[in-house]
């Protein structure tokens, strides 16, 4: 018996825990239930439990045990830490604070430097492209010179699209105007398009996971089958 | 700090007497704005905060100058040189004339001042008239009662010139008496001069501080002798030292009003004059004041009234009694002060029962009941010290309201009660306010009074109105004296000023100076009370409480700015106005009401209602069935559209590029930064990427920044490495779980040496891979695995501008495909030298490492899952498009 059991108590009763659930998230498509409710219950809880004992486990405690060797080192980041607890008495909250601005403002040096430094300057630096051919290799496939003309064709145009003006009634427009604004209706393309394939790819991503949900549920069901005798 | 005007010393800025010398000291004045009732300084001429014009414009006479004014009667107190024994300082026979005291010398340097400031001919006139002893005598007088002398003067100089002006214009056109030219060329200069520096100063003042002629006064430079000879130009040209005279003509008013209180005095005090006393009343009645006005005189000390007591005794036996030339006109009836009521008496101080004594006269003769009240007062020359000096009183502040103020003027109930009280006037004056009926009821003088004075202003009418009481200025105190002396017939002093008051008394014909008037678009701005009754301001005025201003320009008029207690009552919001709906309307209106209201009754569902909602659930359903159609029908049957065959993306090729060129035994970083909801798409990169890395021999550290990757990374690893034969600790290490802050993956990049636990909990610089990383850079190849773009955004921000030379490629889910994908195309140097996009991604990656995993077996459910969903939004279009085109037709 025992030994009937083990096995799905490690492995099958899992597996057919989760293939319930699974179906029970699926029951949504018919429209909001209660089995739905409960699965949606039980992943939350599930979810911030496990969360918290790996915080608890993965972080608290080895950390403690790696700055233990050096405690002096363990004494600023305790304190912060034991400060943070002071949030839950109002009349102490602003005991706090210290912790917070010191994340606060660690975690925004931090995002503005690398904002910076990772992604801005590389970035802008990125759409100044030479539309010279010859700067290109010649590739039989593709066309350099004409992506980076179309990225810095829809980079403008997209930056101009946002340039909002409405001629007074009876104003003339001016041929500097008319340009603009004709930029700016291209650059809304160029946004519709973006979003499209935004939208694309999510809609891939989803069904990938819908594929992935498939493939457990036939894997589930073919190892129940399987332990129950009737595969 | 202030300084005393008498004696130098500094005080504090909230003093009212000086620490040293007790001599009341000047608080700072003010201009309250008729319109929005802002405090600006003293010099301004147009509101600060408004703009309006605090300073009533001035008419400049357009005659010249020089021309001789034909009425003696209200010239300046000198007389023809003609005639200089006729005229002459009229000794009073009555009163003994005092024994000419020497002056008392006053400091050198106010000596030479006020030598420097006077004109010669002033100073003759001054000396011709004998006025040096009780100048001398007013020199002694203390400093607050000098001010009380002083402020009319520079209300007349503020407030109402134009009077003036309009008086020596008449007096041009009514210069005819040929008998009198000679004398009149002698008299004129002076008050022509005095008008055209009055209307000078009035329009400069707004600009300038206050003149020097007014520090003057206010330093209480004593007056000088007066010097015969004085010529017109001189008064022309000195404009800035003629309005001595005016002080001087306002010490010649406390002069005259001695002569006329005096009586009074006499029975009720043996030593102090009426009018003084008045000015210091006792402590009961300054209460009583104080309580009616909220407006105190300076009470000086008792041993200074003693003094002044004196004082004045000694001025009064100089002024003796006036001419008999004047005794000659006077008024045939005369009610002493000593008649008012006894009731009154008791209740109110001298000073206002000096006036109310005026008010309980009899009707004074035709002349008098003719003339404005302004000019009766100024016939009663004994009363004017008395308002000058009963500074709080509102009368006198009233008074001095110009036309354009008195248009703001309360109406009936908005008087000063106190004064009402104090008067015993009652409530049912009529429309006239009690202010200005007090005015109006300031009979003529009641002691003995130069008739010519009170008959020479006289207009024709029979009675004045009140409304041109209201525009008399409160310097005519000090021109009374101006009148008073020269004698001059009387049929031209009355055809001189009759027509000067009537002219005087219109605002509108003021030149530059229009009525105000509230236009249409503020009207109907008003507040929806006061568009209630409009047309009952005595009703509504008792509502709103009268105040009072206190300082400024309007210091003493109440009711001038009576918005004040409006806005500080929360403004109620007006309520809509009724419409009134036709009876179509309202019906319709009432049935869309009720069928809004109406509510279905629950489970009654209309048939078409059915229907539709029936056919949304039947196209969702199909639309499902489609789907999973198409994504399991590749599970039993291949179709053959997706094969494996499928080209790689240049980003794959790169990606695998990337792991390709590593030298084998290299150690590679994998983030599994994602958690189990999007294990479905990731796994399928994940585990091709571990299975391609072990089969190059290359080994793998793992680490995650969800709590659930970690467990995820083990899975995958554990998957493998029984493949390839892998042991943890040597051949791969999993990290486990770092905290989800781009500030611990800084840590972790900048950690040296590599310090921490794995996944089981063995430490990481214990096993041999561990002890192979000491830093961050020792890695050959980082490899991303993000389903969220904000971690991948970390590893390329803090690690990879960090490690420029450490290879970064990222494993994404489809949706940041374009997110991502900047980060791959930077020309030059590329922040990602490889990408894997989702499941093709995958797929493709199997594909070119040779390694067939669930990726291409779901690349065909994939496939067809994406041809389903662009044909349903095809037939969708198309359906859309065609029902448009039907209702089109």
Same mark, same amino acid.
């Given at each position: 018996m025992e030994a009937l059991l083990a096995p799905f108590l490690t492995e099958s009763l899992g597996l057919l825990v989760a293939f319930v659930l699974t179906l029970l998230v699926f029951s949504y498509l018919l429209g909001d239930n209660p089995l739905f409710r409960l699965a949606q219950a039980l992943f939350v809880g599930v979810g911030i439990g496990y969360g918290i004992i790996v915080v608890f486990h993965y972080v608290l405690m080895r950390r403690l045990s790696l700055l233990s060797a050096n405690w002096l080192l363990t004494v600023p980041p305790l304190l912060l830490g034991l400060l943070l607890w002071a949030k839950l008495w109002p009349a102490w909250s602003k005991v706090g604070n210290v912790s917070v601005a010191f994340i606060l403002g660690a975690g925004a040096a931090l995002a503005i430097g690398g904002a910076l430094f990772g992604t801005l300057v590389p970035q802008v630096r990125a759409t100044v492209l030479s539309l010279d051919? =010859? %700067?290109?290799?010649?590739?039989? %496939?593709?066309?350099? =010179?004409? %992506?980076?003309?179309?990225?810095? #064709?829809?980079? #403008?145009?997209? #930056? #101009?699209?946002?340039?909002f003006r409405t001629p007074a009634p009876g104003q003339r427009v001016g041929p500097g105007a008319a340009l603009i604004h004709f930029a700016g209706r291209l650059g809304r393309y160029f946004i519709m398009i973006s979003f499209g394939a935004l939208f694309a790819n999510m809609v891939m991503s989803r069904i990938s996971l819908l594929l992935g949900r498939i493939d457990f549920l036939l894997d589930a069901a073919d190892t129940l089958l399987t332990w129950l005798g009737l595969g | 700090m202030i300084y005393c005007p008498k004696c130098g010393t500094a005080n504090l800025e909230d003093s009212k007497f000086c620490t040293q010398c007790g001599t009341a000291l000047e608080p700072e004045t003010g201009r309250r704005c008729p319109m929005c009732g802002a405090l600006n300084p003293p010099g301004n001429v147009f509101c600060d905060e408004c703009q309006a014009r605090l300073v009533p414009v001035v008419a400049r006479p357009t005659g010249p100058l020089e021309m001789p004014a034909p009425f003696k009667g209200l010239s300046l107190p000198t007389k023809p040189l003609e005639e200089p024994e006729a005229e002459a300082p009229a000794p009073q026979p009555e009163v003994p004339e005092p024994t000419p005291e020497p002056e008392p010398a006053p400091a050198p340097v106010e000596r030479e001042l006020a030598e420097d400031e006077e004109p010669d001919w002033l100073i003759n006139l001054r000396a011709k008239y004998g006025r040096g002893p009780v100048e001398a005598e007013m020199e002694a007088e203390p400093a607050w009662l000098r001010e009380l002398h002083e402020p009319p003067v520079e209300e007349a100089e503020q407030e109402a010139p134009d009077w003036l002006s309009e008086l020596r214009r008449r007096a041009e056109e009514e210069a005819l008496a040929p008998e009198e030219e000679v004398a009149e060329e002698e008299e004129v200069p002076p008050i022509a001069g005095v008008t055209e520096a009055v209307m000078e100063r009035e329009e400069e003042e707004g600009e300038e501080a206050p003149p020097e002629w007014l520090r003057a006064i206010r330093e209480e430079v004593p007056p000088e002798e007066v010097a015969p000879g004085v010529e017109a130009e001189e008064a022309v040209a000195e404009e800035e030292e003629l309005p001595d005279w005016i002080r001087e003509l306002s010490q010649e008013a406390v002069e005259e009003a001695e002569e006329e209180v005096a009586p009074l005095a006499e029975e009720e005090e043996a030593t102090l004059p009426d009018w003084l006393a008045a000015v210091v009343p006792p402590a009961e009645e300054e209460e009583a004041v104080l309580e009616a006005e909220e407006v105190s005189p300076p009470a000086p000390p008792a041993p200074e009234v003693e003094e002044k007591a004196e004082e004045e005794e000694k001025i009064t036996a100089e002024a003796g009694e006036p001419p008999d030339w004047l005794q000659r006109i006077a008024p045939p009836e005369e009610v002493p002060a000593a008649e008012v009521p006894p009731a009154e008496e008791a209740e109110a101080p001298e000073w206002l029962r000096t006036i109310t004594s005026a008010a309980a006269e009899p009707p004074p003769p035709e002349t008098e009941r003719e003339a404005p009240s302004w000019l009766q007062e100024i016939s009663a020359a004994g009363e004017v010290p008395v308002f000058e000096e009963a500074e709080p009183a509102a009368v006198e502040e009233e008074e001095a309201m110009p036309s354009w103020l008195q248009e703001l003027a309360p109406t009936a109930e908005e008087g000063p009660p106190a004064v009402e009280e104090l008067l015993g006037e009652e409530a049912e004056e009529g429309a006239i306010p009690s202010w200005l009926q007090e005015i *109006? &009821?300031?009979? $003529? $003088?009641p002691l003995e009074e130069p008739a010519a004075l009170v008959e020479a202003p006289a207009p024709p009418e029979e009675a004045v109105e009140e409304e041109e009481l209201e525009e008399v200025p409160p310097f005519t105190v000090g021109v009374e004296k101006l009148i008073e002396t020269p004698p001059v017939p009387e049929e031209a002093v009355e055809a001189g000023v009759e027509g000067v008051v009537e002219e005087e008394l219109a605002p509108p014909e003021v030149e530059g100076l229009a009525k105000a008037t509230i236009p249409a678009w503020l009207m109907a701005l008003r507040p929806a009370e006061a568009e209630k009754e409009p047309a009952a301001p005595g009703v509504e005025e008792e509502a709103v409480p009268v105040a009072m201003e206190t300082t400024g320009l309007l210091a003493g008029i109440p009711g001038v700015l009576p918005a004040e207690p409006i806005i500080g009552v929360p403004h109620v919001p007006r309520p809509p106005a009724e419409v009134t709906v036709p009876g179509e309307l309202a019906l319709e209106a009432k049935l869309l009401g009720e069928v809004v209201a109406e509510q279905r009754p629950a489970g009654v569902v209309l048939p078409r209602e059915r229907a539709q909602r029936l056919a949304r659930q039947v196209g969702r359903f199909l639309l499902y069935l489609a789907l999973i159609t198409a994504v399991l029908l590749p599970y039993f049957f291949s179709t053959g559209l997706f094969d494996e065959s499928v080209p790689p993306a240049p980003e794959t090729e790169d990606f695998y590029r990337a792991i390709e060129n590593l030298e084998p035994d290299a150690v590679v970083l994998v983030a599994f930064d994602y958690d189990p909801s999007l294990a479905g798409e990731m796994n399928l990169q994940a585990e091709a990427l571990v299975h391609h890395l072990m089969r190059r021999g290359l080994k793998v550290m793992t680490l995650s920044m969800y709590p659930g990757g970690q467990a995820l990374a083990e899975q995958v690893l554990l998957s493998a490495a029984g493949l390839y034969e892998y042991q943890a600790g040597t051949d791969y290490i999993n990290l486990g779980y770092l905290p989800n802050h781009p500030a611990s993956l800084r840590a972790f990049a900048g950690m040296n040496p590599l310090v921490g636990f794995s996944y089981e909990g063995t430490p990481v610089q214990e096993t041999l891979l561990g002890q192979r990383i000491s830093s961050l850079s020792d890695f050959a190849l980082i490899v991303e695995l993000a389903a969220d773009q904000q971690t991948l955004r970390w590893w390329v921000e803090q690690v990879g501008s960090q490690y420029p030379n450490l290879p970064l490629v990222a494993g994404i889910s489809a949706g940041l495909d374009p997110y991502v994908r900047p980060y791959y195309e930077t020309p030059g140097r590329r922040q990602? *030298?490889?990408?894997?996009?989702?499941? $093709?991604?995958?797929?493709?990656?199997? !594909?070119?490492? !040779?390694?067939?995993?669930?990726?291409? &077996?779901?690349l065909e459910s994939q496939g067809l899952a994406h041809l389903t969903i662009v044909a349903a939004i095809v037939v969708s279009n198309v359906v859309y498009f065609a029902s448009r085109f039907r209702k089109g037709k």
């Open positions: 051919p =010859a %700067d290109y290799p010649a590739t039989p %496939d593709s066309n350099p =010179a004409l %992506d980076a003309g179309i990225i810095v #064709l829809g980079t #403008l145009c997209t #930056l #101009l699209s946002f340039h | *109006k &009821d300031m009979e $003529p $003088p990602l *030298k490889g990408l894997l996009v989702g499941l $093709p991604g995958a797929a493709q990656y199997e !594909g070119l490492t !040779g390694r067939v995993g669930r990726a291409l &077996d779901n």
